[in-house]
């Protein structure tokens, strides 16, 4: 694999790009769903959209988190469950619809931090 794809899209760990992965596949085969109820077909920029969205959630969630974790730090906050859940669905979803634009941050950082790993090692 070339260092560059392998330093940013092989960046995270395969475990977490899979979980990631199925929840970003949820919401695209939510929209699919709904498309596929529609009297319009689906045009291929929006079949392009759903494909690379999906593809780029992970790196978009590992940004949020990041951002989140820099922000929280360890704490812990003691919610409504249902409150926790509704606001991680909709983070979620943000995630998912501007991965396009999120993600690149996400790689852009990947690659720098396997490329120092690399020369200090």
Same mark, same amino acid.
């Given at each position: ?15 977490? &790009? ?38 780029? &959630? ?5 940004? &949020? ?45 990947? &690659? ?10």
């Amino acid at each position: 694999m070339h260092p560059l794809l392998a330093k940013t899209f092989g960046g995270l760990t395969p475990a977490y &790009y899979f979980r990631q992965f199925v929840f970003g596949l949820c919401f695209a085969a939510f929209f699919v769903f709904f498309a596929s109820r529609s009297p319009h077909i689906m045009s291929l920029g929006m079949a392009i959209f759903l494909v690379a969205n999906t593809f780029l &959630y992970p790196y978009s969630r590992f940004v &949020y988190e990041g951002v989140i974790n820099f922000l929280l730090g360890a704490n812990t906050f003691y919610v409504n469950a249902i409150l926790m859940l509704f606001v991680k669905l909709f983070t979620m979803l943000v995630c998912w619809t501007f991965a396009i634009f999120i993600a690149p941050v996400g790689l852009i950082y990947l &690659y720098v931090h396997h490329s120092r790993a690399t020369r200090q090692s």
